[in-house]
T-cell receptor, first 113, second 114 residues
Framework: GQNIDQPTEMTATEGAIVQINCTYQ??????LFWYQQHAGEAPTFLSY????GLEEKGRFSSFLSRSKGYSYLLLKELQMKDSASYLC??????????????FGRGTSLIVHP | DTAVSQTPKYLVTQMGNDKSIKCEQN?????MYWYKQDSKKFLKIMFS???????INETVPNRFSPKSPDKAHLNLHINSLELGDSAVYFC?????????????FGSGTRLTVV
């Protein structure tokens, strides 16, 4: 199985940049996802990394280092609407071949003016 | 059109009752899932179905029984509800197992057992 660790809560200022880290331990890494979840709503897919490096998508970027078991989600030009929980999820090929990601507990990001 | 729809959105019921939550997806996906999110926001897989067949059944009490009449529907029936079952239950779907594009989640069913 996986052991996924992310900070519980972060705060940042509107217009700033914030980096949310995720570390994991897995026996057969097969991809890492980031999801955004606003309070009372469903998680929505943000990004997927399976190879080392940075994937950029607008204001959001996600980085992966497989050798370090580490990923981060970078949010630029923060907006108030970015206040949400950010979930890191790791897929392990060893999970009976089912490829089901395991989610971390999420990082609650609070953006203030 | 809602891609993954769950009903009901809210469910308040007494201990010992039996209840069902329904889920339908109109995305043509092969794989559907049930997740439970507890009060600490921890999202945990319960079941996964691929083309109506059960492929994942995590450590879930057998009071929980999923049913998939066709690949567009995955319902969850819960018998003898307990206080600890209170949580938000999310249905999700993906094009197939091991999809690279993540899941599409339903809006969730907030179950409160009193």
């Amino acid at each position: 199985g996986q052991n996924i660790d992310q900070p519980t809560e972060m705060t940042a200022t509107e217009g700033a940049i914030v980096q949310i880290n995720c570390t994991y331990q897995t026996s057969g890494f097969n991809g890492l996802f980031w999801y955004q979840q606003h309070a009372g709503e469903a998680p929505t897919f943000l990004s997927y990394n399976v190879l080392d490096g940075l994937e950029e998508k607008g204001r959001f970027s996600s980085f992966l280092s497989r050798s370090k078991g580490y990923s981060y989600l970078l949010l630029k030009e923060l907006q108030m609407k970015d206040s949400a929980s950010y979930l890191c999820a790791v897929r392990d090929v060893a999970t009976g071949g089912s490829y089901i990601p395991t989610f971390g507990r999420g990082t609650s990001l609070i953006v203030h003016p | 059109d809602t891609a993954v729809s769950q009903t009901p959105k809210y469910l308040v019921t007494q201990m010992g009752n039996d209840k069902s939550i329904k889920c339908e997806q109109n995305l043509g996906h092969d794989t559907m899932y049930w997740y439970k999110q507890d009060s600490k926001k921890f999202l945990k897989i319960m079941f996964s179905y691929n083309n109506k067949e059960l492929i994942i059944n995590e450590t879930v009490p057998n009071r929980f029984s999923p049913k998939s009449p066709d690949k567009a529907h995955l319902n969850l029936h819960i018998n003898s509800l307990e206080l600890g079952d209170s949580a938000v239950y999310f249905c999700a779907s993906s094009p197939r197992q091991g999809s690279l594009y993540g899941y599409t989640f339903g809006s969730g069913t907030r179950l409160t057992v009193v």
